[in-house]
Structure formats: structure tokens, C-alpha cells
């Protein structure tokens, strides 16, 4: 195995949890790290160097992107009850934050886990997502007020449209 595939395969628990906690969905998640995985490794000729992690997460984000333009022009079916509604304690915070997560607008939900949970720096980010440093600033900004805000039981602010 040559060591851009060994690289490739050394990322894949880091993909999968990224996935997982971007699509909220475990089987849109395998999907999404194989979709990715299957580009990586067609198109290793394509890449010229540098970091492959950064490469890996750009892949993923735009593919999840794309589902998401996918998924919206489809109907979306909301479950009628939900089977945890006695869980207690850590099981409940899990669900608060995940809640609070799932509220979040998409770029600022993936700022925030890229930096939170796979631990990358402001600018692997915005290498990642395309845009300039002070805008993934501002958006794990925002990001981490909406979610303190959720969490802490009060009501999202508005953005005020002049």
C-alpha cells in the first residue's frame, strides 16, 4: 500500500465522526465517508502535496453540501414521538446539545465541529470551507452564542434585516 492510501485509511475514524456529527444521521454519514473516500482515491493523482487532512474535510464538507441541496428539495417527514423522553443526566445534555446543534445554521454547525470536536485550527477551516479567517471567526462566534443560548433555555436573538 502506498503512503497516500496508508494517509487516506489513517483519516477514516476522524471522517466518520466528523460525518456523523455533521449529517446527524449514521447511514448518511458511512455514505458520505465512502463518497469521499471513493473521490480521494480516484483522484489521488490530483493531489499535489501538502495536507491530506485538510484535502479529506474539504471533500467531505462539499459532498455534505450537496445532499443537503439534495435533501431540501425533497419532503422532510418529522417523527411523531420521541422514544428517549425519560432519559436523564448526561444522556439528556447529549440530546440538549444535539438539539442545539441541529438548530445552527449548516456553515456554522460545520465551523464549530471542525474546531470543537476534530480540533483544527481557524485557518485548516477556512482553507476547508472556502472563505476568509474572519469569517469562520464570526461564524463560531455566532455558533457558540446560539448554542450557549439554546442550551441555557432562552430564545434564539433575530438578526435584525435593515
Known sequence: MNAFRQSVETMIPALRRYARALARDMDAADELVQDTLVRALRSER???????????YTILTNLNKNRRRSLARRPHFMPLH????????????????????????????????????????????????????????????????????VLEGERPALRRVK
Open 46 to 56: 490530483l493531489f499535489l502535496g501538502g495536507d491530506i487532512r485538510s484535502w479529506l
Open 82 to 149: 420521541d422514544d428517549n423522553a425519560d432519559a436523564s443526566g448526561t444522556e439528556a445534555e447529549g440530546r440538549d446539545i444535539e438539539r442545539a446543534l441541529a438548530t445552527l445554521v449548516e456553515e456554522q454547525r460545520a465551523a464549530l465541529l471542525l474546531v470543537v470536536l476534530e480540533g483544527m485550527s481557524y485557518r485548516e477551516v477556512a482553507d476547508i470551507q472556502g472563505v476568509p479567517i474572519g469569517t469562520v471567526m464570526s461564524r463560531l462566534a455566532r455558533a457558540r452564542a446560539h448554542v450557549r443560548a
